[in-house]
């Protein structure tokens, strides 16, 4: 390296290029630039890291939601089979489920074929007692559904856990909602014939009184052909 070259590096960083470059002088120039250079690197390293971890939290909450979102189906799905409504509800290609009660009341009565009738009917009984103690029965799904899901709270974050909660409230009503609505469906069909044939309830003129005969003697039937009461 020449004089010149010398003089140019000390002007370069900040030195007296007036003066003769020393050894010690040059040493300590490429010491400063080797750690410029370091921490440059360092920085850039350490943004890698962090960033890496960042993309890596994030990629294991989105994996463990879709754990919970399927094991949530399959534990909604347990209870459909459970209370017996996979037996008369149907599912269209849109997913949603649905119910023809004139297909099960004719002339004024509940009539199920013998595996519906024993499949709800221990079903509606389940579904009673479970939704009598609503706490009870979401906490068990909250443990079903991470247990499914092969996942425990201590791995969840807080947004997960309020989210998971929030989903497995919805997912409780609207199994008691499925329940309820076939009970309600097949009294409404039992009130729908007896209106178009009110010979069968007697001598009533006030319709306040007509209307909760309807009501109670449909669904009193529904309740004995169910084996449980109906779902409020």
Do not use: C
């Not at 489920?97 to 509606?124: M, T």
């Not at 807080?158 to 919805?170: I, P």
């Not at 499925?178 to 014939?193: P, T």
């Amino acid at each position: 390296m020449t004089e010149a070259d010398r003089r140019a590096l000390l002007r370069l960083a900040g030195g007296d290029s007036s003066r003769r470059a020393t050894t010690d002088d040059l040493q300590g120039l490429l010491l400063q630039v080797v750690f410029a250079l370091l921490m440059v690197f360092m920085i850039a390293y350490f943004i890698f890291v962090e960033t890496s971890k960042k993309e890596r939290a994030e990629e294991i909450m989105e994996v463990n939601r879709q754990k919970l979102v399927l094991a949530l189906e399959k534990v909604a799905e347990d209870h459909r089979v459970k209370y017996g409504l996979n037996a008369l509800m149907t599912q269209g290609t849109d997913g949603r489920r649905s119910f023809d009660a004139d297909e099960h009341v004719k002339g004024g009565k509940i009539e199920l074929a013998p595996a519906a009738k024993a499949a709800f009917s221990s079903g509606s009984a389940a579904a009673y007692s479970d939704y009598s103690d609503s706490a009870s029965l979401a906490a068990n799904w909250k443990t079903n559904v991470l247990s499914e899901a092969g996942l425990s709270e201590s791995v969840l974050t807080d947004d997960q856990l309020a989210w998971l909660d929030g989903e497995v409230a919805r997912g409780v009503e609207e199994v008691r909602l499925d329940a309820r609505g076939v009970q309600r469906a097949l009294a409404a069909r039992l009130q729908r014939q007896w209106i178009e044939d009110p010979s069968s309830l007697g001598e009533i003129s006030d319709p306040g009184a007509l209307a909760d005969a309807l009501r109670s003697k449909s669904l009193r039937l529904v309740a004995e052909a169910t084996g449980a009461e109906v779902l409020p």
